[in-house]
T-cell receptor, first 117, second 116 residues
Framework: GQQLNQSPQSMFIQEGEDVSMNCTSS?????WLWYKQDPGEGPVLLIA?????ELTSNGRLTAQFGITRKDSFLNISASIPSDVGIYFC?????????????????FGKGTHLIIQP | GAVVSQHPSWVICKSGTSVKIECRSL??????MFWYRQFPKQSLMLMAT?????????EQGVEKDKFLINHASLTLSTLTVTSAHPEDSSFYIC????????????FGSGTRLTVV
């Protein structure tokens, strides 16, 4: 099956610093998504990317869909304490399938963000 | 916004018993729902795709007779873990595709299953 390599595995940063994490794949995806998961909760969507080369922002978050369709990055600017958590990238090959279904998501292994005040 | 409600949030059961987990789309219709499993400190792994009115599609290595999925209505999908064993203890999360958000995916809050 498809594999997503997400790095770094963990980050220890100071409050106010910028953060960057990325995902690479051995094969293409047609949709890239970035989620944040707090302990004991389901993932919450941060940014969705639907076109190769697309650069999208959501407040202090910026993500890009790589032109090769095999990678994506997420940047967080001016980190704050509530940014702490685990960030996952996720890729999807077929968002629309004949008959109305869709592929599920393939997730990266996550980046654990720890912020020191 | 679109909300996916998952119940229960946690459950403890004895080995050999069955447990049902419900996933409801509260303010939208979900023709397709997905079930994921997450072991501690690991990523989410897709188990199966649940389609309303038809049989679920299971990922390779997932036993369909052990993890029964029923998607009988446009707002409800259920996952039943049959004859649960300690190795089935995990965090189970459902997800639904939401047309209103350009087909983004909303996740439930997850169910922590502990089999003793």
């Amino acid at each position: 099956g498809q594999q997503l390599n997400q790095s770094p595995q963990s980050m220890f940063i100071q409050e106010g610093e910028d953060v960057s994490m990325n995902c690479t794949s051995s094969s293409i995806f047609n949709t890239w998504l970035w989620y944040k998961q707090d302990p004991g909760e389901g993932p919450v969507l941060l940014i969705a990317l639907y076109k190769a080369g697309e650069l999208t922002s959501n407040g202090r978050l910026t993500a890009q869909f790589g032109i090769t369709r095999k990678d994506s990055f997420l940047n967080i600017s001016a980190s704050i304490p509530s940014d702490v958590g685990i960030y996952f990238c996720a890729g999807q090959l077929n968002p629309f399938k004949p008959g109305g279904g869709a592929d599920g998501l393939t997730f990266g292994k996550g980046t654990h963000l720890i912020i020191q005040p | 916004g679109a909300v996916v409600s998952q119940h229960p949030s946690w459950v403890i059961c004895k080995s050999g018993t069955s447990v049902k987990i419900e996933c409801r789309s509260l303010d939208f219709q979900a023709t397709t729902m997905f079930w994921y499993r997450q072991f501690p400190k690991q990523s989410l792994m897709l188990m199966a795709t649940s389609n309303e009115g038809s049989k679920a599609t299971y990922e390779q290595g997932v036993e369909k007779d052990k993890f029964l999925i029923n998607h009988a209505s446009l707002t409800l999908s259920t996952l039943t873990v049959t004859s649960a064993h300690p190795e089935d203890s995990s965090f189970y999360i459902c997800s639904a595709r939401v047309r209103a958000t350009n087909y983004g995916y909303t996740f439930g809050s997850g169910t922590r299953l502990t089999v003793v």
